[in-house]
């Protein structure tokens, strides 16, 4: 019997991650996984073009990465949902990708799986708490006095 998603949820230990080939699991978990790797990199790539005023206002930084961290977190969960759906059964067909083809230690118990299961919704976190945190960096130390420097030559 598959176990409802609150307890698959449950059922995730982020330690087993440790003695993994990470990059491998997040390319096995397909398109899900793929979608807050790439938001990662735009997160990323954002929060530096933000702190070397690259982008000349917050007015822009903040809510692109604000967006980015919850689209993130949002493709993550859906993703999960669906590797939680296509959990086949034990006495049904063969288990997905992410859990057949691994490097690292071979996912023996429940827990183990789940955890590679929900990959795309831990990744999805990671990327938005990073979001979260690199917005509330640039709101603190980014920009303000350049603004008001360059107001004062215009006027």
Known sequence: MRPS???FLEL?????????????????SGLWGWIP???AIVAATVFL?????????R???VPILLAV??????AGLIGTVVNHRALPLPEQGPMPAILSAERGRRPETDSHRATLLALP???GGVVATGAVVSATFVLIFGGA?????SRRRDE
């Not at 961290?69 to 949002?74: D, E, R, Y």
């Not at 006095?145 to 420097?149: A, F, K, L, T, V």
Request: hydrophobic residues 50%; without cysteine.
């Open 5 to 7: 998603f609150i307890e």
């Open 12 to 28: 995730i230990n982020p330690r087993f991650l440790q003695e993994r080939e990470l990059g491998l699991d997040v390319y096995l």
């Open 37 to 39: 790797a790439g938001l």
């Open 49 to 57: 073009l933000a702190i070397f005023h690259v982008i000349p206002s």
């Open 59 to 61: 007015r822009r930084s």
């Open 69 to 74: 961290g919850v689209i993130a977190f949002v």
């Open 121 to 123: 919704l831990l990744l």
């Open 145 to 149: 006095g350049r603004e008001r420097e």
